[in-house]
């Protein structure tokens, strides 16, 4: 059974970095794509970024785009986010998930078959 957990949420100030982690385990690594999804408070969960290590791919929201970065550790089967420049709006809890072959341009949740628990990424003023 695929499984992916998230980690690295945490509480920062405007401008700083962070890097969250997705461990993927259960399936075939370099076969999934693996989007991170975000949901504030209120909100519904939208797409951040996708990325496909088939394809050598990825998307990003037009809100993160130069600001986030995608990357894969094949040997340790994990995809991380980077996040530079955080703003407050970036506060949610953030969410990995997977599909196996997906494509990076389906940026509705529902394209995903595989989710995390999430972990909270705070941003103050």
């Known amino acids: 059974q695929v499984q992916v957990v998230e980690s690295g949420g945490t509480l920062v100030q405007t401008g700083a970095s962070m890097r969250l982690s997705c461990v993927f385990s259960?399936?075939?690594?370099?076969?999934?794509?693996v989007g991170w999804f975000r949901q504030a408070p209120g909100s519904e969960r939208e797409f951040v970024a996708a990325?496909?290590?088939?394809?050598?791919?990825?998307n990003y929201a037009d809100s993160v785009k130069g600001r986030f970065t995608v990357s894969r550790d094949s040997a340790k089967n994990t995809v991380y986010l980077k996040m530079d420049n955080l703003k407050p709006d970036d506060t949610a809890v953030y969410y990995c998930?997977?599909?196996?072959?997906?494509?990076?341009?389906?940026?509705?949740?529902?394209?995903?078959?595989?989710w995390g628990q999430g972990t909270q990424v705070t941003v103050s003023s």
């Open positions: 990325n496909s290590w088939s394809t050598e791919e990825t």
């Open positions: 259960g399936g075939t690594f370099w076969r999934y794509t």
């Open positions: 998930a997977a599909k196996q072959y997906g494509s990076i341009w389906l940026t509705g949740s529902a394209a995903y078959d595989y």
